[in-house]
Each structure stands twice: as structure tokens, then as C-alpha cells.
T-cell receptor, first 109, second 112 residues
């Protein structure tokens, strides 16, 4: 099955940038990289996705390595509301999502 | 904004009962999904539906069935609930051809 590797946890201070890494060394050419996050007691929420180029949206930026074996989700200014579990996943075909353990992000005031 | 609603946030059922979990989305999405989420196992796909009356098995369909009679509604059925089906159940929907899935708040089912 599609595998990604993320750190179990990370910490940040409020209003500082956060870089969440993800390794996907066995990615195939047609796999997209998606990021979702899950706040406590809520369903997952889409954050961003990309294929080869770096991507920006209102929530975050996604930097994808040139060899596509890794990517980084960037939150430019963390807020307390960004505290969540962040999932990096490879998606192919019809879009089945398979979440691993993700990274627990703690944001300190 | 897309809204995906699930019939219950918390549900307690007894072993052997037939359980219905309902999911409704209000954005005319073609694709709908049922997942379960368990500690240590992450999110796993049970069933999905491309469109009305269409359904496909996911990774763990055993013990479950689904129904999609209307575009906005996707039901998950536990024919005879068992304790190993105690879990968080999440419904999601998306527009065909798009990538972003929208999730409901989840139903935490406990089978005793």
C-alpha cells in the first residue's frame, strides 16, 4: 500500500512558521501528494495537494522536492487553531484516502 | 460551503443488532465514501460510491453493506453488529474529477 513517513509530533509557537515534513520515497509518477488535517473531535479537513510543482492556497503552501521523494507542508504563521494531526498521503486513481498516523502539531501561545 | 452531515455523533448498539449510519451531503457531489478510523490503524476505506446506485468495495468491506438510492445520501449498514466494529465512522464526498474530499464530523459507534 502507499506509504508515507512523517514525524510523530512537532511543536511550534504561535505566529511562527511551521514546516511539516513527509517522506514518500516509493512514490510513482501519477501519485498526487495530499495533506489533510484533523482537529480534535472533528472529521479530517483537506489542506492542499500537488503533483510536481510547489502549490499555495489560503491555508498553506506545499513544497515538493524535485525528485518527488519528499514534500513539506508550510504553515506561514501558526495559530492555536492550527493545532491538529496532519496527514500526508499519496493519492492515485479515484481518490481513496489511506491515512497513517500523521504528525501531531502542538502550537504554544 | 460544502456540508456533510452524519445522522449521529455517538451511537451505542448491542452485538447482533442491525445498525444504519446515514450520511447526507448538500453539494451535489457524485462520489461518496465511508471510512473507519481506529487508533494505530489510521483511516481505512470501507465502501465508496461513484454515483447513485453505484457502489464499490474498499479495503475492509466485510460485515458492512451500503446503499445509495439518492445522490445526496449514502448509508452504511452493519448487518449484525459485532464488538470489533466499535470505531469512529467517517463519511466523505467529493465532486467527480476533483481531488478534495469533504468529511462529516464522524459517528463514534460503540458495540457492546
Amino acid at each position: 500500500d502507499a506509504k508515507t513517513t512523517q514525524p510523530n509530533s512537532m511543536e511550534s509557537n504561535e505566529e511562527e512558521p511551521v514546516h511539516l515534513p513527509c517522506n514518500h520515497s516509493t512514490i510513482s509518477g501519477t501519485d498526487y501528494i495530499h495533506w489533510y488535517r484533523q482537529l480534535p473531535s472533528q472529521g479530517p479537513e483537506y489542506v492542499i495537494h500537488g503533483l510536481t510543482s510547489n502549490v499555495n492556497n489560503r491555508m498553506a503552501s506545499l513544497a515538493i522536492a524535485e525528485d518527488r521523494k519528499s514534500s513539506t507542508l508550510i504553515l506561514h504563521r501558526a495559530t492555536l487553531r492550527d493545532a491538529a494531526v496532519y496527514y500526508c498521503i499519496r493519492v492515485r486513481g479515484y481518490g481513496k484516502l489511506t491515512f497513517g498516523q500523521g504528525t501531531i502539531l502542538t502550537v504554544h501561545p | 460551503d460544502v456540508k456533510v452531515t452524519q445522522s449521529s455523533r455517538y451511537l451505542v448498539k448491542r452485538t447482533g443488532e442491525k445498525v444504519f449510519l446515514e450520511c447526507v451531503q448538500d453539494m451535489d457531489h457524485e462520489n461518496m465514501f465511508w471510512y473507519r478510523q481506529d487508533p494505530g490503524l489510521g483511516l481505512r476505506l470501507i465502501y465508496f460510491s461513484y454515483d447513485v446506485k453505484m457502489k464499490e468495495k474498499g479495503d475492509i468491506p466485510e460485515g458492512y453493506s451500503v446503499s445509495r438510492e439518492k445522490k445526496e445520501r449514502f448509508s452504511l449498514i452493519l448487518e449484525s453488529a459485532s464488538t470489533n466494529q466499535t470505531s469512529m465512522y467517517l463519511c466523505a464526498s467529493k465532486r467527480a474529477g476533483n481531488y478534495e474530499q469533504y468529511f462529516g464530523p464522524g459517528t463514534r459507534l460503540t458495540v457492546t
